[in-house]
């Protein structure tokens, strides 16, 4: 990178928001997944969509990659700078620009987190329903870039069915607005297909949600089981019988010894747990859950628990959602998967990955969206162990070989990323992937966009993917992983 | 010269053979939207789909299903009932259309209220390109997020991009019971208190429709109708509630069920467009409900117009019946108005097609959109002209 284009990016944003030293840059080498890192060339904060447009248009000018980034926290190193990148790093905008109650939207900036909108739209009894784990801290630009799901995507769809409108600036500098304030926008579905493009295609720089009203009930329940398949057995009989709970979560036995262990959710010692959440008009929820429970006891639940507090619901949630950060209680190490399965198939896929436990002597622990069939297998290791490492992220690929025989995908909700590019030749033909870097060079001739995400690349796929590390303020205690 | 492929590698190559020879194609499924799109020349080559009507697949346990482009959405979930499970759309013509149709005009109904577009429920396509390439997107579980989403991208293309061969849904249980209330308040502004009484509520409806024809607007009589469906039970407490919602300032409420509630749904989805006229499509706000009846009565105050609605999307039908150049006029004025937007023709006379913009503005989506269609059909001969791009 020049110093004459450096130059130009502080004229540009004022030198206080452009970063180029070494230490300033440390930061933005990786998002989530820790051990994928590249140093950018710099960093640039810009607060308005004019900014953007100007960072991107000089970058289009003089041929220089870009990198948009949210709050840094996806699991697919979609946000991992390439050497001589700009990272655009949105955390400036964070503002909600308007909340419209009676229309039942809010209009946000990118680095507003997922949880900031519900909060904003909370006094009126309004929510904002995709919920990802990382709520608390992941932005709702990275939530577009990646269709962000969460526990309550079952019922309620993932972040493509919740946003209406994008501001967006195109990598020649153009600024769009795709979807709009009114629906049924003319013309090929452009909204759909850049929310999870994995900030490939633009740089988002505001978003327009559809809130909803909160439910007038929820209720939830607890059941736990002597097998994984008694568990999934449930899941099969009440999405055949016709119910779709809000969420059907499942952990099983090394998942809940390290929640309890972490959090204390109060879970029950057992091989399975199930959590069932339906919401609602109180009549379907009361008849329903009826339905529910008497299914868990005839697939032999060993005990059923109904939430009997908004604070027993939470606490029971706390468990789930803590449990990628939790298995640091009982492994120095681990390995976070997310492959997707036919719901039919799990039991089958949950029985191959207990035989490859068995095979590699590496524990997994499994934490899943049951009801669409989203595993999190977490593979633990000690990286103290030579070899041990290489071993998990093995028993890790060898696990979405699976889901892919079984009809699935290599990805629900962390995205392909660097991670997974080059494992998409094994869910898509040469000529799917041509298709999709026909549309990816519509919209950046140049390949400037967040390059060497989503499709593999000979340089990148060279080389071998590696195991999650922990980051040293984990390891020091001072911050859990979502 | 008409062609009906019986396999997906024959809509490939057929597409490969008209591009080489650089012939233009129109794609065809059950001609229930013939007369929609731009006024266009005839296509060299028609490329029917009727023969690809297969269901590939329903795993009944997954609640989705695999489809071809040409199947018949009637026929279609006849096939999946045996499941107690449906593909819930309800667009026009929805028992003839074939799914590739549906999908390449993202067309809907009322139960949108609930389960959103075709774009919303479609999981995974598959696409013939004009260079005789098969190629997927998506994939055939419910959650997925493994490169672009192409399916979301074809609703809406009108065949603009590439011809949908299959598709996989994601399906719903087929409910258990319904009924519908029919409110039908004194004027627009009361018509506009309850669908802001009801979008605040937390009543859960599958269809939340308007009605209202310029008439009626002066002589003060449009509807809401509101469907619930789940158990009877949950249905009954439902209709309960909604009744002392909407009934509220004297407004009369009425409630269908059994043969009578079909009848009132299928009426209300054929009334427009079994009628003479003109169809438009235009959005609003849906809190402005009230300035959008009194903007449709002004467009056209001696004439009959007529509208249907989805009340919380806020996005209706208006079935303008009048001579063309007065039909040109309405839709000239809604285009001018700033209550209604996104002001489509759908359904018209050549002779207005030739006097008004069928799609309107594409805003500054412009080059990007020709910029796609070139990506997908750099000879532009695949459907050229009569959709919106």
Request: contains cysteine.
């Given at each position: 990178m020049t110093s004459a284009f450096l130059g130009e990016l502080r004229r540009i944003l004022?030198?206080?928001a452009v970063l180029q030293e070494p230490l300033d840059l440390l930061t933005y080498e990786?998002?989530?997944?820790?051990h994928l890192r590249g140093t950018p060339a710099a960093v640039v904060l810009p607060g308005s969509t004019a900014e953007v447009q100007a960072v991107v248009r000089l970058c289009a000018r003089n041929g220089v990659p870009f990198v948009p980034r949210g709050?840094?926290?996806?699991?697919?190193?979609?946000?991992v700078p390439v050497s001589g990148s700009v990272v655009i790093a949105l955390?400036?905008?964070?503002?909600?620009?308007d909340v419209d109650i009676p229309n039942q939207r809010a209009t946000v900036q990118p680095g507003v987190t997922n949880l900031e909108i519900t909060r904003a739209v909370a006094p009126f009894g309004y929510y904002y329903a995709p919920d990802p784990s990382s709520q608390q801290v992941c932005s709702i630009g990275g939530n577009v870039a990646e269709n962000s799901g969460g526990a309550?995507?079952?019922?309620?769809?993932f972040t493509v069915h919740h946003v209406l409108e994008v501001e967006a600036v195109l990598p020649d500098g153009t600024i769009v607005h795709l979807g709009?304030?009114?629906?049924?926008?003319?013309?090929?579905d452009l909204l759909g297909l850049v929310v999870c493009s994995e900030g490939t295609l633009a740089v988002v720089t505001s978003v327009t949600v559809r809130i909803l009203r909160r439910p007038e009930t929820v209720q939830t329940l607890l059941a736990a089981f002597d097998t994984i398949d008694a568990g999934g057995a449930v899941v099969s009989d009440l999405i055949g019988g016709g119910i779709i709970p809000a969420a059907v979560e499942m952990m099983d036995a090394l998942a809940i010894r390290a929640v309890e262990a972490a959090?204390?959710?109060?879970?029950?010692?057992?091989d399975t747990v199930l959590i069932v959440e339906l919401d609602g008009p109180a009549t379907e929820v009361r008849a329903l859950f009826e339905i529910v429970e008497e299914t868990c006891r005839a697939r032999g639940a060993t005990t059923v628990e109904v939430a009997q507090s908004d604070e027993r619901r939470a606490r029971i949630w706390r468990g789930r959602k803590a449990a990628f950060a939790a298995m640091g209680r009982v492994s120095p190490n681990y390995y976070v998967q997310d492959g997707v399965v036919p719901r039919t198939r799990l039991p089958e896929v949950l029985n191959r990955i207990r035989l490859l436990e068995a095979r590699s002597g590496l524990r997994i622990g499994n934490v899943f969206h049951a009801g669409d069939g989203n595993l999190h297998p977490l593979i633990c290791y000690d990286?103290?162990?030579?070899?041990q490492a290489d071993k998990a992220a093995e028993v890790a690929a060898e696990i979405l070989s699976y889901c892919l025989d079984a009809?699935?995908?290599?990805?629900?909700?962390?995205?392909?990323?660097?991670?997974k590019a080059c494992s998409m030749p094994k869910m898509f033909t040469d000529d799917d992937l041509a298709l999709m870097q026909r549309v990816r060079a519509a919209f950046d001739p140049q390949g400037l966009?967040?390059?060497?995400?989503?499709f593999p690349t000979p340089r990148l796929c060279g080389e071998v993917p590696g195991p999650y590390r922990r980051h040293p303020v984990e390891q020091a205690g001072l911050a859990e992983r979502f | 010269m008409l062609i009906e492929p019986e396999t997906a590698e024959a809509v490939a190559a057929a597409l490969k053979q008209a591009s080489d020879a650089r012939q233009s194609v129109a794609i065809r499924g059950a001609?229930?939207?013939?007369?929609?799109?731009r006024n266009t020349a005839e296509a060299d080559v028609t490329l029917g789909t009727?023969?690809?009507?297969?269901?590939?697949?329903?795993?009944h346990g997954d609640l989705t299903t695999t489809v071809e482009a040409g199947a018949p959405l009637g026929d279609v979930n006849r096939a999946l009932?045996?499941?107690?499970?449906?593909?819930p759309l309800d667009p026009p013509f929805g028992d003839r259309a074939t799914i590739g149709g549906i999908l390449a005009t993202n067309d809907s109904g009322p139960l949108r209220h609930r389960y959103g577009t075709p774009r919303d429920q479609v999981i995974g396509v598959r696409l013939a390109t004009t260079d005789g390439t098969l190629a997927k997107a998506g994939?055939?579980?419910?959650k997925n997020v493994a490169g672009y989403d192409l399916s979301k991208l074809v609703c809406g293309s009108f065949g603009a991009?590439?011809?949908?061969?299959s598709a996989t849904f994601k399906l719903a249980p087929v409910w258990k019971a319904s009924k519908t209330i029919v409110a039908t308040p004194a004027g627009a502004e009361v018509l506009g208190r309850l669908v802001g009484a009801m979008m605040g509520s937390q009543l859960e409806p599958v269809a939340f429709e308007v009605r209202a024809d310029a008439a009626d607007y002066e002589t003060r009589t449009m509807a809401l109708l509101v469907r619930f469906a789940s158990l009877p039970s949950v249905v009954d407490a439902q209709i309960d509630h909604a009744r002392a919602l909407l009934g509220a300032s004297d407004t009369p409420v009425q409630v269908h069920e059994d043969d009578g509630e079909r009848a009132l749904w299928f009426q209300h989805g054929e009334r427009l467009w079994t009628a003479s006229g003109a169809i438009v499509r235009a959005s609003w706000l849906p809190a402005r409900i009230a300035d959008v009846l009194a903007e449709i009565a002004r467009a056209h105050p001696h004439g009959r117009l007529e509208m249907i609605g989805r009340a919380a999307v806020g996005t209706g039908l208006i079935r303008i019946d009048a001579d063309p150049s007065t039909q040109a006029a309405v839709i000239e004025r809604l285009r001018r108005s700033?209550?209604?937007?996104?002001?489509?023709?759908?359904?018209?006379p050549a002779e207005l097609k030739s006097l008004v913009d069928v799609w309107g503005p594409s805003g500054d989506r412009q080059a990007l959109l020709e910029s796609v269609k070139r990506a997908f059909d750099p000879h532009g001969m695949l459907n050229a002209g009569r959709g919106p791009l």
């Open positions: 004022g030198a206080a990786c998002d989530g997944l820790l709050h840094g926290t996806g699991l697919s190193g979609g946000a955390s400036r905008f964070n503002r909600v620009l309550h995507c079952l019922k309620y769809g709009g304030p009114l629906a049924d926008t003319p013309g090929p959090v204390h959710p109060g879970f029950p010692p057992a990286e103290r162990v030579a070899g009809g699935g995908s290599l990805t629900g909700e962390h995205g392909i990323g660097i991670d966009c967040n390059p060497d995400k989503v | 001609s229930t939207k013939r007369d929609w799109g009727r023969r690809l009507h297969r269901v590939l697949a329903h795993p009932a045996g499941h107690g499970q449906w593909l994939g055939q579980v419910v991009l590439a011809v949908i061969v700033t209550t209604v937007g996104n002001v489509v023709l759908m359904r018209g």
